[in-house]
């Protein structure tokens, strides 16, 4: 099969090939490569693919891909590759009249003007006759020089690799700007950025016919990532004024109704509902493509369930007040009381197991205290396999983006396995208290979690 | 609030736990708004096996929208069929109103389009 080089975004690498592996389902693209020649230290990842059409489907939804390109020649110095380019001349005659352009990179090292002209120029024994054009042309061509990632990138004098092709797809980096959560009308002060919102609409595998749903929606973000790639979405969450937009950052603005008309996602942003999922109201037999969310972690906004602190204050919700039970007025708000961690977790993978269609998905983030981590910490479930398991560090702790499939009908008495056998508490347990503890002090401030 | 989502909810007050009156949940003084939306047949075909048809038959007769009394054979085929549906489950909206269980009589009130399904601690 053809040689095509995917060039990620150098950023989120944990999350890369996730990414990828999601996109080679969404798109029902066969892509082949050799797993031990990914690091997460390069940009650049050699797969074969039956055409370019093809590749070009593969990642055009991609968000960690910024295109795909046909290879036509690499190696460690500009003779290496050129050998190797001038092998296949048949692939060049093809573009010999076509309008063109060249881009040329530098992967840890910036380019000046002069050597990226003198690098095109080197390439002119390809006999391109075209003309030159910078926008639309009908065939453009990458060459990019890989340094590596250093903290002194400008050390190295000579690049470790010259990678030269045509590029044939591009993915959907533009969608980062286009939900940047500063240009959206409704905003609340946990919503998570947009670049890991479309990327967790891909790893749910969000797409035209499939039902999703956010048990903590907050302010919807994932709502909008998954039905802006055609699924249809659901949301509820514990706290209305979020739904509605009468608290917090923005309020007045009609809340996610008012993101979903600046982003026309009112046809497929179905509903959002206000309960707690742990008392929720969905019918047995109701079932989900995919549950995609970010669990309270409890460390800015707390997380709550619904409830009353044992033997403290009795019920009040009987008591009648001017005429009319409490609970039947306008008014009324359920006390509630703190949700740990790790119950949220458990809650969520259960609800998951009995929720969603065999094969559909689970994405959500688990924070875990970094030094204490273990892959055996995440939580697991008979009926759902994990899938991926991406880290977002922040020096002393980590988010992780957990996907897990549904892989078989659950029995009734087939129940979560309980980490029993754990020895010690998973690194997400109590992450609050711990988080306080041994984090606050000395936080940048964009490592604040909600 | 659109009826498929209606459609997939229940009353989960503690105790009530007579299926057949839990469900559907009974519309009251519902201000109903059809609002246009763009049909995709795939998500149908997809819903129609997740729906209970005997359910949204009762709740769409009550709120006068008519939709067939059967599922065709071929629903996928069948462009009047979808057209129906495609309008009962995503075009009306209720936007104002309570839902009512049959069993315990809770009111789960409606406001600008949002159900609020909390319940209250006694319910629990």
Redesign the interface.
Known sequence: MPKFIVYFAHWHEDFRLAELEALTLLEDVVVEYDRASYTSKSPFLIVEIESALQAAKLVRRGILVRSIVEYWGSGSTYDELFAEVRQKPEKWTEYKDSSFKFTVDGFGKSLSQEEKISTIESFSFLGFEGPIRMKNPSAEFLVCEEYGESSKPLSLEKPRWIWFGRVVGRGSRDLIDKFDVKKRKYLGNTTMDAELSLIMANQALARSGSLVYDPFVGTGSFLMTCSHFGACSMGSDIDGRQIRGTAGFRRGVDGINANLKQYQLQDRVLDTVVFDVCHNPWRDDALFDAIVTDPPYGVRAGAKRLGRKNGTIPERSLKVVDGKESHKRTDYYPPTIPYEMSDVVNDLLEFAAEKLVVGGRLVYWLPTVANEYEPEDIPAHPALRLVANSEQPFGGWSRRLITMQKVALIDADQRMSEQDSLARDPAHKNFRDRYFSKFKRGLEDNSVID | ??L??H??????VKNCKNPDKQ?PLQFKDVKLEQ?E??R?D??LV??LP?L?WSALLKTTKELGIVIPEKVPANPADDDEFLQALHTAI?EMHVKEGSMICNGCGH?Y?IT?????????????
């Open positions: 609030m659109r498929i989502t459609n997939m909810l229940k009353c989960h469900f609002i939306a763009e995709n795939e998500f997809r819903m997740r209970d995503l009111e009130k600008k389009g949002i159900p609020n399904m909390l319940l209250a601690e006694h319910e629990i």
